[in-house]
């Protein structure tokens, strides 16, 4: 049976489409509003045959019936002998009778017996159609595993996170064909950020004469979340401008607790009885004064549920009630409490308070039941501070939260590969479809002209080679990331802010740093000036902070520092008309990067620094390592003397290894089998009158060609005596890091100036961390050992085997619009 799914924004739509694929006389198996509009299960008149409605009939009515399976049959199938003529149909479209339609093609005979009395043929023909509409879900759901193979892992991933079967199913069934493993799981991310309903503004909600009541199972955490609320409140209207409410006189010190936040923020706090107490103390309230409500914790079981609903619906005035969810709970809790507060018989919940998410292992069953429910999101606790703990968040920020993985999470209740072995043997049997085929074509027959304008002359470029680069960017975490704010900004689109962009990027380097099981985190600082010849030559300078795992293979860089001649701004949100001098700013750069990546162990890379800074970075407790010049002074054995000194009396000794711990493809150009790093240490000293004398490890690496024993790179360093990286081994190999990624900020700086100027408020910073974005990305193309797809195209459309940098970003920014063009 072939049966095809239609979407469309209203009704007609859907038909509109049904009409065009099927024809007038396609027959509609299923008609029901989605998130966002309408979906219509529908097939052609001879895909439906009688035996298949027979047998689902036959099996249905047996359920629920004893008396009526020969009846139903003959209520929905043709007899097998001369048929009846047919009746005239009612005048109406087959999408507003899902269950005619089934029956369409097969009408009672005139001679049916009548009905026995009592028999509930509604029913059975409710129970018929919701049966047809499950075997038909589950048909189109295992064609779309066969279809769409990379569906079966991204539904694993997406339990593993927490999210329900009910939803992946209904998600999954439009992930199109084709997609690689990043790019289907950025796909989902798109679609779950398109489904979560959250508050888009806070005002919103509080608008003058407000009444806000918090409802929930106990323990949730309503009456901090209360307190959290009033002082919100009392910052932005005054306190003389709220009261508190509460109807929880069960809990022992209940109302006490609510009454000591009440007497901290000068807020009257109103103990309520019941519901005519209720009334009369709401009716005493100045019409312009906010009221927020605790109500007492009931279980979803509990018939009291119901009773709270109607006390709040009889208020006098209009009452918005918030459901307050435990981010922490089971999927199907979630579920049940959501279920019975929403059919309370009060009026519809106007939205969530997620609670608790600083202990959950993961969001996604809590933000599953807020899609499925649509009860918007308004605010998010993570603690028990007040009024710390509470934040409005974006759709973006909640969806990156629940996808970033929980390194110390058990694994215990996520799916395995071998709990995922049948579906894997179904996707195994998939078959291409005549679609992909026909886009296939076009896309093959799009890209050679295209290529014809975008290619040199001086060298051959297949299609082929396009489109292994396509797939090389989709898959690769920071290709994949960068070509998605590239596209954004090419486009003109402005939708994320910059808080939630760099939220999204640390959440990135947060998933790589548990997949890859690292030990610690490399956050290089670093800077480059920039110029653009447009504009008259130099037009400032950019600061960046690049995440990179401990064998520097880059990520993200979520944080940037730009100095332009209208003033300084750092994508934090922090401006000054005039910039912090070069050690304040590199110190902001380690802070911010210490106070937003707390949760991994982090070594800061940069040069450039005084003996201050590096005190006051050991100071701070940070891991540090600053590259230096050999006339750096230091102490050594109580003597005053340089670096360079100390480093002629060190022995220096072969890193082994460098294939599996230096994940690069070259080091100063030459490839990374034929090099042989050397490295040497010493414990020495700083000294300055205000600090005294400070411990730090002096580090020395020499790169040396093995074919003629030339040194190639020698670069020193210091680092905190208690580094994480503390291993000589991967001291050197982090000094090696730092060298050779300062080339990534050159890259960046030459796109600064191809990136078009925006309107946006934040389009500078946007531009900023795109340029720095689409840098590392370029460079890493050379620098791979897996990139080398994606350096085959730059070689093509540069028209050099070895371009310099301004011809490789222009090759990189032809490969973008070319995968932008035919994608």
Same mark, same amino acid.
């Not at 991310?189 to 888009?200: A, H």
């Not at 082994?656 to 990374?672: I, K, N, W």
């Given at each position: 049976m072939n049966v095809s799914r239609f979407f469309g924004i209203t009704n007609r739509e859907a038909m509109r489409q049904v009409r065009l694929a099927l024809g007038p006389d396609a027959l509609i198996i299923s008609n029901r509003r989605v998130n966002g509009g309408v979906e219509i299960l529908a097939t052609d008149e001879t895909s439906l045959s009688p035996e298949i409605v027979r047998r689902i009939a036959d099996e249905e009515v047996a359920k629920s019936s004893t008396a009526g399976p020969v009846t139903m049959r003959s209520a929905i199938s043709r007899p097998p002998a001369q048929p009846a003529p047919q009746q005239p149909k009612p005048a109406q479209p087959k999408s507003h009778a899902p269950a005619q339609a089934v029956s369409a093609p097969a009408v009672m005979p005139? #001679?049916?017996?009548?009905?026995?009395?009592?028999?509930?043929?509604?029913?059975?023909?409710?129970?018929?159609?919701?049966?047809?509409?499950?075997?038909?879900?589950?048909?189109?759901?295992?064609?779309?595993?066969?279809?769409?193979?990379?569906?079966?892992?991204?539904?694993?991933?997406?339990?593993?996170?927490?999210?329900?079967?009910?939803?992946?199913?209904?998600?999954?069934?439009?992930?199109?064909?084709?997609?690689?493993?990043?790019?289907?799981?950025?796909?989902?991310?798109?679609?779950?950020?398109?489904?979560?309903?959250?508050?888009?503004? @806070?005002?919103?909600?509080?608008?003058?004469?407000?009444?806000?009541?918090?409802?929930g199972p106990t323990g949730v955490g309503k009456t901090t979340t209360?307190?959290?609320?009033?002082?919100?409140?009392?910052?932005?209207?005054?306190?003389?401008?709220?009261?508190?409410?509460?109807?929880?006189?069960?809990?022992?010190?209940?109302?006490? +607790?609510?009454?000591?936040?009440?007497?901290?923020?000068?807020?009257?706090?109103?103990?309520?009885?019941?519901?005519? @107490?209720?009334?009369?103390?709401?009716?005493?309230?100045?019409?312009?004064?906010?009221?927020?409500?605790?109500?007492?914790?009931?279980?979803?079981?509990?018939?009291?549920?119901?009773?709270?609903? #109607?006390?709040?619906?009889?208020?006098?005035?209009?009452?918005?009630?918030?459901?307050?969810?435990?981010?922490?709970s089971h999927g199907d809790t979630l579920d049940e409490v959501a279920r019975r507060y929403t059919h309370d018989g009060g009026s519809p919940l106007r939205g969530s308070i997620i609670t608790k998410i600083d202990e959950a292992t993961r969001l996604g069953a809590v933000l599953d039941t807020v899609i499925r429910y649509q009860l918007p999101v308004c605010y998010v606790s993570d603690g028990q501070k007040v009024p710390q703990n509470l934040a409005h968040m974006t759709a973006n920020e909640l969806v990156d939260k629940a996808l970033v993985?929980?390194?110390?999470?058990?694994?215990?209740?996520?799916?395995?590969? #071998?709990?995922?072995?049948?579906?894997?043997?179904?996707?195994?049997?998939?078959?291409?479809?005549?679609?992909?085929?026909?886009?296939?074509?076009?896309?093959?027959?799009?890209?050679?002209?295209?290529?014809?304008?975008?290619?040199?002359?001086?060298?051959?470029? @297949?299609?082929?080679?396009? @489109?292994?680069a396509g797939r090389y960017i989709d898959e690769n975490v920071l290709a994949s990331e960068t070509y998605a704010l590239w596209r954004a900004y090419f486009k003109g689109e402005a939708a994320d802010s910059m808080g939630s962009l760099t939220q999204h990027f640390l959440g990135v380097a947060r998933n790589e740093f548990a997949e890859d099981a690292d030990q610690y985190v490399l956050a290089l600082h670093d800077h480059v000036g920039l110029r653009d010849e447009s504009a008259g030559g130099a037009v400032g300078r950019l600061r960046a902070t690049v995440l990179l795992n401990h064998a520097g293979v880059p990520w993200c860089s979520p944080y940037q520092q730009l100095t332009l001649p209208d003033g300084w701004r750092a994508s934090d949100g922090e401006t000054a008309l005039r910039a912090p001098t070069g050690y304040e700013s590199l110190q902001k750069q380690m802070q911010w990067a210490a106070g937003n990546v707390r949760d991994v162990p982090l070594l800061h890379l940069f040069d450039g620094a005084t003996v201050s800074v590096w005190q006051s970075a050991t100071a701070q407790g940070l891991a540090w390592l600053s590259a230096c010049t050999r006339t750096?002074?230091?102490?050594?054995?109580?003597?005053?003397?340089?670096?360079?000194?100390? =480093?002629?009396?060190?022995?220096?000794?072969?890193?082994?290894?460098?294939?599996?711990?230096?994940?690069?493809?070259?080091?100063?150009?030459?490839?990374?089998?034929?090099?042989?790093?050397?490295?040497?240490?010493?414990? =020495?000293?700083?000294?300055?009158? +205000?600090?005294?004398?400070?411990?730090?490890?002096?580090?020395?690496?020499?790169?040396?060609?093995r074919r003629d024993g030339t040194v190639l790179r020698e670069a020193t360093g210091l680092a905190d005596a208690t580094s994480v990286a503390a291993q000589t081994e991967a001291l050197a190999l982090a000094l090696l890091v730092h060298a050779e990624h300062k080339t990534a900020l050159k890259f960046a700086a030459r796109w600064w100036p191809m990136l078009a100027q925006r309107q946006w408020a934040d389009a500078v910073s946007r531009r900023a961390l795109t340029a720095m974005q689409v840098g590392l990305t370029t460079w890493d193309a050379f620098q791979s050992p897996d990139g080398h797809t994606l350096l085959s195209a730059i070689q093509g459309l540069s028209g050099k085997a070895q371009p310099n940098q301004a011809e490789a970003v222009s090759a990189m920014m032809k490969l973008f619009t070319l995968k932008e063009m035919t994608a």
């Open positions: 005139a #001679a049916t017996p009548s009905l026995p009395a009592g028999a509930d043929v509604m029913g059975a023909i409710g129970a018929l159609q919701g049966a047809l509409e499950s075997r038909i879900d589950e048909l189109m759901w295992g064609n779309q595993l066969r279809r769409v193979p990379q569906a079966v892992s991204l539904f694993q991933t997406l339990l593993g996170f927490g999210f329900s079967t009910a939803l992946l199913r209904a998600m999954l069934k439009g992930l199109p064909e084709g997609l690689g493993s990043r790019a289907a799981l950025q796909w989902a991310r798109t679609e779950l950020v398109k489904s979560l309903p959250v508050l888009e503004r @806070e005002e919103a909600l509080w608008r003058p004469g407000a009444a806000i009541a918090l409802v209360v307190a959290k609320l009033a002082a919100r409140c009392v910052k932005k209207y005054g306190a003389e401008n709220v009261v508190l409410l509460t109807t929880d006189t069960y809990r022992i010190g209940a109302h006490e +607790q609510l009454k000591i936040y009440g007497k901290m923020m000068h807020v009257p706090v109103h103990v309520v009885q019941d519901a005519e @107490e209720l009334r009369r103390i709401i009716a005493s309230v100045a019409a312009h004064q906010i009221i927020i409500i605790d109500n007492v914790g009931i279980s979803q079981r509990d018939r009291f549920v119901s009773e709270q609903a #109607a006390m709040l619906s009889a208020a006098g005035r209009e009452v918005s009630r918030l459901l307050v969810l435990n981010a922490s993985k929980n390194q110390q999470a058990s694994a215990l209740y996520a799916p395995s590969e #071998a709990d995922f072995a049948a579906l894997m043997s179904m996707s195994e049997q998939s078959r291409p479809r005549d679609d992909k085929a026909g886009h296939t074509t076009q896309r093959r027959a799009l890209l050679p002209n295209l290529l014809t304008v975008a290619r040199s002359s001086k060298a051959p470029l @297949e299609v082929d080679e396009i @489109e292994q750096t002074r230091v102490v050594d054995e109580g003597s005053a003397t340089t670096v360079g000194a100390v =480093v002629k009396t060190l022995d220096f000794h072969p890193v082994g290894a460098l294939g599996t711990r230096y994940e690069r493809a070259m080091v100063q150009g030459v490839e990374r089998g034929q090099l042989v790093v050397w490295v040497a240490t010493r414990e =020495v000293s700083l000294f300055s009158r +205000q600090n005294g004398y400070t411990p730090v490890q002096l580090v020395a690496v020499r790169v040396v060609d």
